[in-house]
Nanobody, 123 residues
Framework: QVQLVESGGGSVQAGGSLRLSCVASGYTSRTTWFRQAPGKEREGVASIRIHDGTTYYADSVKGRFTISKDNAENTVYLQVNSLKPEDTAMYYC???????????????????WGKGTQVTVSS
């Protein structure tokens, strides 16, 4: 069993930045950040394969969000820049312990989930 704990959310103005953190209690093969706004479906935004750092991004965040990892700290980060009001959502990290076939931004491919950290962007 792996526990995931997110932190780093907050309230910022449009154009601002935050760094979200996801700390895992054990081994993971891939960690992905999802977000869910009220009344909307959960959306995968960025994913990283732990052993080689290969990353994958949703088109909606390319060039603004950066996912990275610190293996020594079992931590995956999501740097979110140039924030827009439409980025307002609860942000969750999710992790798998085996290979994730196909596109990595699909929520049903992940067994482990954190409780989320809220990001609110005002205009």
């Amino acid at each position: 069993q792996v526990q995931l704990v997110e932190s780093g959310g907050g309230s910022v103005q449009a154009g601002g930045s935050l760094r979200l953190s996801c700390v895992a209690s054990g081994y993971t093969s891939r960690t992905t950040w999802f977000r869910q706004a009220p009344g909307k479906e959960r959306e995968g935004v960025a994913s990283i394969r732990i052993h080689d750092g290969t990353t994958y991004y949703a088109d909606s965040v390319k060039g603004r969000f950066t996912i990275s990892k610190d293996n020594a700290e079992n931590t995956v980060y999501l740097q979110v820049n140039s924030l827009k009001p439409e980025d307002t959502a609860m942000y969750y990290c999710a992790a798998a312990q085996g290979a994730v076939a196909g596109g990595p931004l699909v929520s049903n491919k992940y067994k482990y989930w954190g409780k989320g950290t809220q990001v609110t962007v005002s205009s």
